[in-house]
């Protein structure tokens, strides 16, 4: 750290000078303007950067040593996460045709990439979504929403034997995993850029709450897809069925509860539905033991989802336990 003296200046302005290399490195020359930016903290953020816009950051990746398609789609699924504007996949070759089908299945998936140049030997993705035409909130609604009814989907499903659903709700499944990779994306492009946070209008603490809590829903949505998977093929006794059901529903009101109290920002919410998830334990455990006494299909798959309705109460405390830290 260097230490700089603050001076004053015609009796009234305050002047602190500025290292001279960051001036080189920056190429700020004599009478150009600075922004200068109040951060949470009390410190002062000085950037050559006026206009708000900033170059995008360019992912190379040389193909010619990769042979897995799943490798590739990782990678490219965490150049995007990592908030990467530009990915440009090379090669010394032609490049072979699955990289082109682990690309194609990438820009389906990831919101907002598009191929914009496509050649024998090169392949540039770029992202064309402006982060603040997406906000963090508009994104976790819209994944409350599609899991929600998933759940919901599931248990209908399960009820009057309605199979057809199950190849739906694991479709959905995908909109939700796209939507979660999206506020990986932004909460890391918020990260590395102050401004960005700024014009978004978020604190980087409230997009790391995002982060977490976005994480969380996905996993609920991942425990919808366990429901449907594991409906058995014959049709459950009413005595089964019915505490199922109503696990299922007191599952979803603490979901939604928890939603509610994200925000409206209601800490004492919150802490209500911690304790809430406790009594969906003990009925979720009370499932699973009445269950023993039937064949062992049957009680596997009820054993499942019953576990499937608990994790999903668990992780509804998780987002609470967020939504309180944040708060305090």
């Known amino acids: 750290m260097e230490i700089r003296k603050v001076q004053m200046t015609g009796g009234s302005s305050y002047v602190i000078s500025l ?80 990289v082109r089908a682990a690309v194609r299945k990438f820009t389906k998936l990831a919101i907002g990439q598009e191929v914009v140049e496509e050649g024998d030997n090169v392949i540039v993705v770029k992202d064309l979504i402006d982060p603040t035409e997406m906000p963090f ?20 499903a399960l009820m009057y034997r309605e199979y057809g659903i199950v190849k739906d709700i694991i479709k959905r499944d995908e909109d939700v995993d796209r939507l979660h990779w999206l506020v990986m994306r932004q909460q890391n492009m918020v990260l590395m850029d102050t401004l ?30 366990r429901i449907a998977k594991n409906i058995p093929k014959k049709e459950l006794k009413k005595d089964i069925q019915s505490p199922i059901i109503y696990a299922s529903e007191m599952s979803m009101s603490i979901f939604n509860k928890s939603i509610q109290a994200l925000f ?14 406790a009594n969906l334990e003990e009925k979720c455990k009370e499932i699973s033991r009445e269950v023993l006494s039937e064949n062992s299909e049957i009680s596997l798959h009820v054993g499942y989802i019953a576990d499937s309705i608990r994790r999903t109460g668990d992780y509804c405390a998780d987002l609470s336990e967020y939504v309180i830290n944040h708060l305090i």
């Open 264 to 277: 409206e920002e209601d800490i004492k919410s919150a802490n209500d539905i911690i304790e809430m998830v």
């Open 137 to 156: 909130t508009t994104t976790i609604k819209r994944m409350h929403v599609i899991v929600k009814g998933m759940h919901m989907d599931a248990m209908r």
């Open 196 to 225: 960005l946070a700024k014009k978004m209008g978020i604190s980087v603490n409230m997009a790391v709450t995002y982060a977490m809590i976005s994480k969380v829903i996905e996993r609920i949505g991942d425990h919808a897809v």
């Open 19 to 98: 290292p001279k290399e960051w001036v080189k490195n920056m190429g700020i020359k004599k009478n150009d303007s600075l922004g200068v930016i109040t951060q949470p903290d009390g410190t002062l953020l000085i950037t050559n950067n006026i206009s708000g816009k900033k170059e995008g950051k360019i992912k190379e990746i040389n193909i010619d040593k990769i042979e897995d398609s799943y490798f590739l789609f990782r990678l490219l699924v965490g150049a995007y996460i990592s908030g990467y504007s530009t990915i440009r996949l090379t090669s010394n070759k032609e490049i072979p045709f699955f």
